[in-house]
């Protein structure tokens, strides 16, 4: 069975062959070359921006910065395996620095749970891109930190409105722009049927404070460091306590 397994692999290469993400030879997603080249940007740091300490898995230059675009904005979703990989190795040093002083506190009870959320994207861009791509790096945040013996879990609960345009905006504008397209998803439950009672709300920010659950907050690129800025206010207006931060790649400070 493994050698047709193997088979089919091989035609399926045959008619749509892989090429490498970084530099288009047919190979595998990335060539073992390139492999090598994007080993000297990873490495997993913290990085303060915008007054936030951010836990960071590589330096966006030249082969981290092309595979993370063709990832990010040219459907490479291949992709996907090298960049959780990356992001593992951040949550496994967060993990380290920080979530042990959490252990400490009933975080085991199951109560204090840590909730990874994607930083969003506006709605068009997720289309645009066909999905959103912070999902995916959640995921495996959330994954090596339950391995780790973190009660972790994804919840989409921030969410971003299309915003204007960027261009002409220096970075204080930028900030206010995106901090105001930002929200808190409010989920409502449905009234029990026939009971005759009131709609029960059931709002996620009061839930999770009311669960002392806290955020860990998952980008793929910190440049400014202003959308987690603006992501931890936001999420603070609503009571929600944020206590890290997550990126895949970061510009290094000048
Ligand atoms: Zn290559």
Not at 76 to 90: A, G, N, S
Request: hydrophobic residues 40%.
């Amino acid at each position: 069975m493994r050698n047709t397994g193997a088979m089919i692999k091989k035609l399926i290469l045959l008619v749509w062959p892989v090429t490498c993400a970084g530099c288009n030879v047919v190979d595998q997603e990335v060539c073992p070359k390139c492999k090598l080249k994007l080993q000297e940007y990873i490495s997993p740091t913290v990085v303060v921006k915008d007054d936030v300490e951010v836990y960071s898995g590589s330096n966006y230059q030249d082969t981290m910065r092309k595979l993370l675009l063709k990832w990010k904005d040219h459907g490479r979703l291949d992709l996907d395996r090298v960049m959780c990989k990356i992001v593992r190795q951040v949550a496994i040093k967060f993990f380290n620095s920080e979530c042990k002083k959490f252990l400490n506190r009933r975080l085991t009870s199951g109560r204090n749970k840590i909730i990874v959320v994607p930083c969003p994207s506006s709605r068009s861009s997720v289309k645009k891109r066909t999905r959103l791509q912070t999902l995916s790096l959640a995921l495996a945040v959330a994954s090596e930190l339950k391995k780790l013996g973190v009660p972790a879990q994804v919840k989409q609960i921030l969410k971003q409105k299309n915003i204007k345009k960027q261009v002409n905006f220096d970075s204080a504008q930028r900030a206010q722009n995106k901090q105001n397209a930002l929200y808190v998803v409010r989920r409502h439950r449905a009234p029990p049927q026939g009971k005759g009672v009131l709609a029960d709300k059931t709002d996620c920010a009061k839930l999770l404070t009311a669960n002392c659950e806290r955020v860990v907050l998952v980008d793929d690129v910190c440049t400014t460091g202003a959308t987690f800025r603006a992501s931890k206010l936001v999420l603070a207006s609503a009571g929600i306590d944020v206590v890290g931060c997550i990126a895949l790649s970061s510009t290094v400070l000048e």
